[in-house]
């Protein structure tokens, strides 16, 4: 993996650490004010938990011989010359093989951000109309633009590869924390 770059959106970091400054908080004011500290750390851990796995977990990382993909339970890594299509309909996403990995990290916006879409807001050098995921200034148009240069840029070398880990211990251990919560009201 030479020259990586690494797309996160700053607004996901900003959410996710806010979020859990604030489940933190809560643990912290039940440790000095009293409460039920089993069940406020069960919850607000499942809440702080949540944060970083929706939030600051997901990125997409761009290097010079192909692509990876972070999402909460998964690592679709893959070079360019598998990659068939780079889309950005609901998020921006990679095509291999036929089937579609989307890339938590980088969200299409809404169907509301067409209004404040501009003609200079359009991919440079385009003149048909374009989706709003494409936008730049959205994630899944920024990503899917750093994407789209990387896989021109590619020169194939080596042989090409494909892996995709599975890894749901993130989801165990947030289901863990609401059992956590939940025992604790009946007990």
Not at 131 to 138: E, I, N, Q, T
């Amino acid at each position: 993996m030479t020259n990586s770059e690494k797309f996160r959106p700053g607004s996901a970091i900003a959410s996710g650490w806010i979020l859990i400054a604030f489940f933190v908080g809560f643990i912290i004011q039940t440790l000095f004010f009293g409460g039920d500290l089993l069940l406020t750390i069960g919850i607000c851990g499942a809440g702080a938990f949540g944060s970083y796995l929706l939030f600051l977990k997901p990125y997409v990382l761009l290097f010079d011989e192909g692509i990876k993909i972070i999402n909460p339970t998964k690592e679709i890594t893959a070079t360019w010359d598998l990659v068939e299509e780079i889309e950005t309909k609901y998020s921006m996403s990679i095509q291999i093989r036929g089937e579609s990995f989307y890339a938590w990290a980088a969200p299409a916006p809404s169907g509301r951000h067409s209004r404040r879409m501009h003609s200079t807001d359009l991919l440079p050098g385009a003149d048909a109309p374009r989706r709003v995921g494409d936008s730049l200034k959205s994630d899944s148009g920024v990503c899917a633009y750093m994407a789209k240069i990387r896989k021109k840029n590619f020169i194939p070398g080596a042989a090409s590869e494909f892996e995709i880990i599975t890894d749901n211990t993130g989801f165990y251990i947030l289901a863990a924390l609401i059992l956590l919560g939940a025992a604790a009201v009946f007990i």
